[in-house]
């Protein structure tokens, strides 16, 4: 593997949506305004129904037929989908429709992502000097998110290993240079590049929501590239609160996502060492559905009782990793 990125690289931004219009737009809006343009956009809507499509051919970002248009010099693609196949599942559609174009980067993000005009740049400018340095393939590179309050967004924090790579690079090489070195990231604004994915395949779109973008990052880095944090690329995150995964204190209105991100991660984890998910699995199923069933304030057993339901269900979750 060799970085073989131009000096003005291809980019393509790939958005998922659902029944989020106003953010979607504002999205979109963000990244045709980046000082370093994109390439295209690909859009895809999960089987919105709040007018989704309507919105975007109003903003002209689609036409009425929903075929390619182009607004300020960049080319959008809108696929909608003939029913929800979750955040995994349009990131694995739109990923794959990108590829097939080959652009040299491929940048991800979800609907209420708000970049900053530099973010891309920054990004870029991160890849370069990284690239430069390390003298190694980089795989994806990814933003600093922050909440609506400008604090970081504990949702999307990235996974950074003290020392990484057979012990020989600290995470902190390039801390001059406002770069540090990063194992994993979410979806919200990451920049893949085109030879990472080739070698990767595509996120697990059976994984629906949750996990899917860790997995995936860290697979990017277990092929053996390296994983790019860039602190001076910023976005915001427009939850409706600054919250990471926590079982004990997440509303019973989010108690779904759990069950998928359980299942996840532990399929993630029996991907790379078996023994290390048997033990993992009996410590999540028997003691974990005790300590939720102890410190949940309410609904603690309709949690504990999911938690055990989703640990058992890794075992028989097995989808095939798919290349393009």
């Not at 593997?1 to 393509?12: A, E, L, R, V, Y």
């Not at 999205?27 to 343009?37: D, E, G, R």
């Not at 996840?264 to 199923?285: E, G, M, P, T, Y």
């Amino acid at each position: 593997m060799q970085n073989s990125i131009s000096n003005k690289p291809t980019i393509c931004a790939v958005v998922v949506t659902y029944n989020r219009k106003e953010l979607l737009l504002e999205c979109l809006n963000s990244i045709v305004n980046q000082n370093y343009p994109v390439d295209s956009i690909v859009i895809i809507d999960n089987c919105s129904n709040d007018g989704t499509t309507q919105k975007l051919v109003e903003a002209k970002y689609i036409s009425t037929d929903k075929t390619i248009v182009i607004k300020n010099g960049i080319s959008i693609f809108y696929k909608k989908t003939s029913m929800n196949i979750g955040g995994a599942g349009g990131f694995n559609i739109g990923i794959k429709e990108a590829f097939s174009h080959k652009f040299d980067f491929i940048w991800l993000m979800d609907d209420d992502t708000i970049p900053h005009n530099s973010t891309l740049s920054e990004l870029i400018k991160s890849y370069k000097i990284s690239s430069e340095k390390l003298k190694s393939p980089i795989g994806f590179v990814c933003s600093k998110v922050l909440h609506t309050d400008h604090t970081v967004h504990i949702m999307n924090i990235p996974t950074i290993h003290s020392i990484y790579k057979n012990d020989s690079l600290p995470f902190n090489t390039l801390d001059e240079d406002d770069v540090l070195v990063a194992y994993s990231c979410s979806f919200v604004s990451v920049l893949i590049t085109f030879e990472a994915i080739q070698f990767s395949g595509l996120p697990y779109k059976e994984y629906f929501i949750w996990y899917d973008d860790v997995e995936f990052t860290s697979r990017i880095s277990d092929q053996g590239f390296i994983g790019i944090y860039s602190m001076n690329s910023t976005v915001v995150h427009k939850t409706p609160f600054n919250y990471g995964a926590n079982i004990l204190s997440a509303s019973v209105n989010d108690l779904w996502k759990f069950k998928y991100g359980i299942r996840n991660s532990l399929h993630a984890l029996k991907r790379k060492n078996f023994k290390l998910f048997l033990f993992v699995l009996i410590k999540k199923a028997i003691f974990d559905s005790i300590f939720i069933y102890k410190n949940r304030k309410n609904h603690n057993f309709l949690f504990a009782k999911s938690n055990f339901i989703s640990v058992l269900s890794s075992l028989f979750f097995n989808p095939e990793k798919e290349f393009i």
